[in-house]
């Protein structure tokens, strides 16, 4: 399989997927557009089976495997998604994994990887690489490492998000200039860019970061692979790789994806207005492309704009505070009190 | 119109109701389902337009309404969630709407339900009559009076739900053993149960009230149309109709529908639940149902078991409340701590 997955590769996946994943609503809140001015539509990966977008490309990945890798088992590094979107694909195909996680990552991930009935190796992400420990488990054990992004099955699978937005918007008669991908290393948004862009050609791709982790904002402009300085302290747990991904960059250079960044306390807001006008519990990283559309970033007035809410393993205490603090939108002004 | 909707009434409502409101999805936790040792599938009505399923029966009656009356307007009184779904019907149709709302109703749906465009009307739940102020209206400015349950075309409305359950339960090759439903005055119930038993005959349908107004449970139990003595007094605002109806209490007994009832604690906890494993937002009353699987009142154990969800506009300080309090479920045990 050539690096960078093929529409074909997309939709072979779907296929694979089927009875495996769900297909996810993309839900639209009419007082949201009124208060917008246009069309947003909300793809809710967040009622993805584990709460993300991950379990698709992990069982596109796992269900590749020859039998015996999967007898053997299968090791991944993950902030908390991956983790359980491998876990939970492992489990449904009777397959051992083993899930390496940094221990900062939300409890809720931990306890639901662990519930899935992975096995999981914590590490310290300021000290220790997630890369190795991966690679050292693998060798030791003969296990195959599924990578969070930079894989083309993996790729491929989270590309299927983009046929179904795709598929849905040609249902209700939609075409969508702007579609809004949260981006940690790209798997999502170069599956997405591939699949929108065979329906829908002129269709604006943006990924969407967190301020002071926008490697693929900085990435995408300069052309050039750049890293982030830190790797903690953003809410955003789910979106702090170091990096994009050898595949995903030029992917999502070939499809002419531009990069947008959002604030900590606007990932907070948009969680906030999730919880009103969708009724959709998001995670900080699941709510960075919502709250884009949100507060500016990109205008959405007389536009019909898709964006990607793409997990909501959010931690309780950070879900409820986004309600109480920011349960309100202020009508005509585009902006959360 | 006979009073009581036939099956083909349900059907055209379906076909009436194509683009105006949305299939929502039959929602499934692999982590909740092993906690329950079940499979516990959720209808997750939240997700309707206006965020109920009140939407349904207020499009089904709108849209049958002669163009005069149309012209003249429509008035209805409800709690909140009818009064969202007959404005934001009435808006999409170009129809004026007067809606008559309690002064303690949620601020959530009165803000709502002014923002889709309605005229709103607010009495005294304790001292005066909504039945009355809205017959009134009608007779004083010719408008036409949309009833929140007692009406055919508002039932053939809700029981759309039951037709996609039906339908979402045979593509997944689920037979649904028990279908449990909040109530107020049971025009969602009795509905879902006309579509789910022409597909599925062995079903038993529950409705779930909150304790303390469990008129249906009293009225399924002694054959007769039993009422509330108390007029307020649960966080249940949506479940809290005096008595079920004259055309609903009939249907329910003809369906062998019986009930259960569940606390306003086990109501907010089950939002938490539903938050942390389902990524949704519910309001209490749209909890009940959940709230009576997760907590023993009807056992899940070994069986396949539908609860509809039905609704999600919730007071934000509740929700926060419910998602710090109860994100938690004891594994093994069926209880939240």
Same mark, same amino acid.
Do not use: W
């Given at each position: ?7 074909? %590769? ?23 557009? %009124?208060?917008? #001015? ?6 809710? /990966? ?5 709460? +993300? ?5 992990? *069982? ?73 420990? #991966? ?14 992004? %930079? ?33 940690? #290393?790209? #798997? ?11 329906? *829908? ?17 900085? +990435?995408?402009? +300069?052309?050039?692979?750049?890293? $982030? ?30 990069? !947008? ?33 949100? *507060?500016?970033? !990109? ?32 009508? $005509?002004?585009? /902006?959360?009190?």
């Amino acid at each position: 399989m050539n690096p960078a997955p093929a529409l074909s %590769d997309i939709q072979q996946a779907a296929k694979r997927l089927a009875g495996k994943t769900v297909l996810t609503p993309l839900l639209e809140a009419p007082l949201l557009n %009124d208060v917008l #001015g246009g069309r947003l539509l909300v793809k809710a /990966e967040c009622l993805q089976r584990t709460g +993300s977008f991950k379990a698709r490309g992990a *069982f596109n990945a796992l269900l590749q495997l020859p039998q015996e890798c999967k007898n053997r088992g299968v090791v991944a590094f993950s902030s908390g998604n991956h983790a359980q979107g491998v876990a939970y694909a492992a489990r449904s195909l009777g397959v051992p994994a083993t899930i390496v996680m940094p221990r900062d990552a939300p409890p809720l991930k931990i306890a639901n990887t662990k519930a899935y009935g992975a096995s999981v190796v914590l590490y310290d992400r300021e000290t220790e690489s997630r890369e190795k420990i #991966g690679a050292d488990l693998a060798n030791k054990h003969g296990l195959t490492l599924i990578r969070p992004f %930079d894989d083309p099955h993996v790729i491929a699978g989270q590309g299927t998000v983009g046929l179904e937005i795709a598929q849905q918007c040609k249902e209700i008669g939609a075409v969508p200039e702007h579609v809004l991908v949260p981006c940690s #290393g790209g #798997g999502l948004a170069s599956g997405i860019a591939i699949a929108i862009h065979a329906s *829908f050609p002129g269709t604006q791709i943006h990924v969407v970061e967190p301020e002071g982790f926008d490697d693929a904002v900085r +990435s995408l402009a +300069s052309g050039r692979r750049e890293t $982030n300085t830190k790797k903690s302290g953003s809410i955003c747990d789910a979106l702090m790789a170091d990096a994009v991904g050898d595949i995903t960059l030029p992917i999502l250079r070939k499809e002419r994806v531009t990069g !947008l960044a959002v604030s900590d306390e606007e990932s907070l807001k948009a969680m906030g207005v999730a919880a009103r006008y969708l009724k959709i519990m998001l995670e900080p990283g699941g709510a960075v492309a919502l709250a884009a559309a949100l *507060f500016g970033k !990109l205008a959405v007035k007389n536009r019909t704009v898709v964006v990607v809410a793409s997990g909501g393993n959010g931690a309780p205490f950070l879900q409820a505070e986004a309600i109480s603090r920011f349960s309100e939108l202020k009508l $005509n002004r585009g /902006e959360v009190s």
